[in-house]
């Protein structure tokens, strides 16, 4: 062992350095390699769906984010600039915010007479009560309220309150892209589609949900940068348990409506761009491309060659776990 170290320090000598600064400098080459994955790789989940002439990534959004938080990478664009097509959810263009006022307003608003609160037990509307107080609004537009849009509602303004905004979203960012790219833009489904998949619930189940969202109601604002904070360094089992797990095992009904039902209309129109050649770029909420029912799951069972991408290859493949979340300040 002696003569052993005293060879190799013969040899670090003759190569003019010392055996000190030849393991630093080893180290400094282990740490730029692990330091270059970790930028590369550490980046909202992205997925690539192939055959034998066409590709298809896939990109989970989150649809309301810090204007702080730090999350576009140069391979998700450069995965977004070779595509030709970009399929969205659905239009949130000027059109689309037109539709979606009249579709809430019809479908959101009680027009039979009576109130929420009408269908709500004492506890019921002691949470609602303390939910309009500490997000500042008012228990009359509330009650006025389908229990499912009274939910969304109250989701929205603690996610607001907490500094998180859907106009700076990965959805909006792409869409803006995506139209001063001159992009063949698709959207998966209709906005009516999409509020139905929420309005057209069983009245017991959306009263569930309401209850759920305002006994939450304090936490959902931090919850929501977690979850924020997780997608953005591609923390997909964190948020597989998050988003997924809980609603499949809670509200079955829910779960089907919102995820596996739509995921498997989707996967229709995906598969009918991949039977043509060529490039495309799919952006949807990330919680339809996670867990055992989702779009990726449906492109498999179509018979796509579906995996994880990741543009850095080298090892080693840096765990996310311990991923550096960036904000800009």
């Known amino acids: ?51 034998y ?46 539709d979606a006022t009249v579709l809430t307003t019809s479908l959101g608003l009680r027009s039979d007479g009576l109130r929420l ?27 006025a309220m389908q229990p499912w849009l009274a939910a969304e509602y109250l989701t929205f303004a603690a996610a607001q309150n907490a500094g998180l905004s859907a106009e700076l979203s990965a959805d909006e960012a792409l869409k803006s892209r995506a139209a001063r790219s001159g992009k063949n833009v698709v959207y998966l489904e209709s906005l009516e589609t999409q509020i139905r998949a929420s309005a057209d619930l069983p009245e017991d ?21 977690e979850i924020a904070e997780q997608w953005s360094v591609g923390g997909t089992d964190y948020l597989t348990n998050k988003l997924v797990q809980p609603m499949k095992s809670r509200s079955p009904e829910l779960y089907a409506r919102l995820l596996r039902e739509r995921n498997k209309a989707w996967a229709t129109t995906l598969s009918r761009f ?36 990741y543009a850095f290859k080298g090892e080693p493949v840096i765990d996310t776990v311990d991923a550096t979340i960036q904000r800009t300040r």
Request: with cysteine; hydrophobic share 40%; charged share 25%.
């Open 1 to 51: 062992m002696i003569r052993l170290f005293f060879s190799l320090l013969v040899i670090s000598v003759l190569m003019g350095c010392s055996p000190a600064e030849t393991s630093q400098s080893a180290n400094d080459s282990v740490s730029e390699r692990v330091q270059d994955a970790r930028s590369r790789n550490d980046a909202p989940a992205l997925w690539v769906a192939k055959d």
């Open 117 to 143: 609160s009408d269908r709500l037990d004492n506890y019921q509307l002691n949470l609602m009560e303390a939910a309009a107080n500490n997000g500042d609004l008012t228990i009359a537009a509330l009650d």
């Open 274 to 309: 991949m039977e043509d050649s060529g490039t495309g770029f799919v952006a949807v909420g990330t919680a339809h491309l996670l867990g055992e029912d989702s779009l990726l799951s449906e492109l498999r069972e179509q018979g796509y060659s579906v995996q994880r991408y």
């Open 205 to 225: 189940i959306q009263i569930d949900i309401l209850t759920e969202t305002m006994e939450k109601f304090n936490t959902l604002g931090r919850d929501a940068i």
């Open 53 to 98: 002439d066409s590709t298809l990534y896939l990109f989970g959004t989150v649809h309301l984010l810090p204007d702080d938080l730090t999350w576009q990478r140069e391979d998700m664009r450069q995965a977004f600039d070779a595509a030709g097509t970009i399929f969205f959810e659905v239009d949130t263009g000027p059109k689309g915010q037109v």
